[in-house]
Structure formats: structure tokens, C-alpha cells
T-cell receptor, first 115, second 110 residues
Framework: GAGVSQTPSNKVTEKGKYVELRCDPISGHTALYWYRQSLGQGPEFLIYFQGTGAADDSGLPNDRFFAVRPEGSVSTLKIQRTERGDSAVYLC?????????????FGPGTRLTVL | AQRVTQPEKLLSVFKGAPVELKCNYSYSGSPELFWYVQYSRQRLQLLLRHISRESIKGFTADLNKGETSFHLKKPFAQEEDSAMYYCALKGYSSASKIIFGSGTRLSIRP
């Protein structure tokens, strides 16, 4: 079956603009995660959903970042008033349920560039 | 603090030589540790986890709680092993948050 998909694959925007990044998890996966990967670094946790609710949003860097998952499937990561420091690859992952015993399957990522 | 340290940014070895990718962690409690791999132009994927105690693609990793290490090893490197490797830890404050190291690029020379 299809894996995790993310759109767009690349996004170039200007400082101060608003962007939305979309994640389609594997069908039936209840847990969904967002990570951010800056150049030369490993993925950094942002937020995790169990169903429709955000179970842990401790990784969101500030209130410019927000994520939703209204129907418990597709998720959107929203970034307001983008800054050059937001430039990174944003990764989405899903798993059948929460808990570390379940493997997280990663999407290809969205490369965000803020000019 | 929870932290994963991979001291080598780049490791280059000849085909057929042994490989060891180092990983140290900082954690209070019983950790759950993983190795993830990203091949060129592919997405990040799980290679192995310590609780499984399995060998995947010839790679093994043993959790050493005394040294707080989880080094990844393979006795004979193959060219297809060239990739980016990330050591990762499941944090205790959240059931599912994973903390990644900064990664080691493994390059196998023919």
C-alpha cells in the first residue's frame, strides 16, 4: 500500500509569509508525528497526534507554529510569519498506535526555504 | 536531560572492513533505543531497535547501560551500506516522542 505522503515536496516562500504543509498518513494509522530537520542535524520532534488531538506539542518552537488533524487522518502544519530560521525539511511520520513499540513510518519530507 | 550523541559526522571505510558507528545517550530510567537509516534519495526508515535483539542487513547493536552506549556494528561492510545513520531514543516524558542524534554519514569505498 501507499506510504506516508507529504505535499508539497518543496516550498519556497518569503520572510513574513504564511505556509501550510500537508501530511497524509498510512491508512488506518492513528498516531501522527511532525519533525523538523535542519541542515546537518537529526530530526527534531515538533508535535504528535493520537487521533484528532495533539497528545504532545512540547516540540513546537513558538506560537507561530500550529498543527491540526481535524478528522484523525490528514494533518496540516501551519507556520505564520515565517522566518529564515524556519528553513528546514519538515518530516511527517505515522504509526498504527502510540507508544514506542510501534514503528514510525516516515514520509519523504517537505523542504521549506524562507528567503 | 535526554540526549543522543553521535560523535562522528562522517565515517569512511573500505568494502569488506568492519564498521562501528558510535552512539552514546543520556537518559534517566530504562531507555528504548533505535537505529534509523536514510539511503540516498529515500526516506528515513527504521533499521533496528534494541528490544528486538535482531540482526538486520548484517548490522547489530548492543545496549550497554554501564557505558550508556548503543553502537552499531557490522563485520564486513558492503557498498550498499553507504547511507546516513541516526541513533535515536524514546523519551520518557512522552510515550512516542523520539529523540534523534545528529547522524553519521557512512561511506563505503570500493
Amino acid at each position: 500500500g501507499a506510504g506516508v505522503s507529504q505535499t508539497p515536496s518543496n516550498k519556497v516562500t518569503e520572510k513574513g509569509k504564511y505556509v501550510e504543509l500537508r501530511c497524509d498518513p498510512i491508512s488506518g494509522h492513528t498516531a501522527l508525528y511532525w519533525y523538523r530537520q535542519s541542515l546537518g542535524q537529526g530530526p527534531e520532534f515538533l508535535i504528535y497526534f493520537q487521533g484528532t488531538g495533539a497528545a504532545d506539542d512540547s516540540g513546537l518552537p513558538n506560537d507561530r507554529f500550529f498543527a491540526v488533524r481535524p478528522e484523525g487522518s490528514v494533518s496540516t502544519l501551519k507556520i505564520q510569519r515565517t522566518e529564515r530560521g524556519d528553513s528546514a525539511v519538515y518530516l511527517c511520520a505515522s504509526s498504527p498506535a502510540s507508544g514506542g513499540a510501534h514503528e514510525q513510518f516516515f514520509g519523504p519530507g517537505t523542504r521549506l526555504t524562507v528567503l | 536531560a535526554q540526549r543522543v550523541t553521535q560523535p562522528e559526522k562522517l565515517l569512511s571505510v573500505f568494502k569488506g572492513a568492519p564498521v562501528e558507528l558510535k552512539c552514546n545517550y543520556s537518559y534517566s530510567g530504562s531507555p528504548e533505543l533505535f537505529w534509523y537509516v536514510q539511503y540516498s534519495r529515500q526516506r528515513l526508515q527504521l533499521l533496528l531497535r534494541h528490544i528486538s535483539r535482531e540482526s538486520i542487513k548484517g548490522f547489530t547493536a548492543d545496549l550497554n547501560k554501564g557505558e550508556t552506549s548503543f553502537h552499531l556494528k557490522k563485520p564486513f561492510a558492503q557498498e550498499e551500506d553507504s547511507a546516513m545513520y541516526y541513533c535515536a531514543l524514546k523519551g520518557y516524558s512522552s510515550a512516542s516522542k523520539i529523540i534523534f542524534g545528529s547522524g553519521t554519514r557512512l561511506s563505503i569505498r570500493p
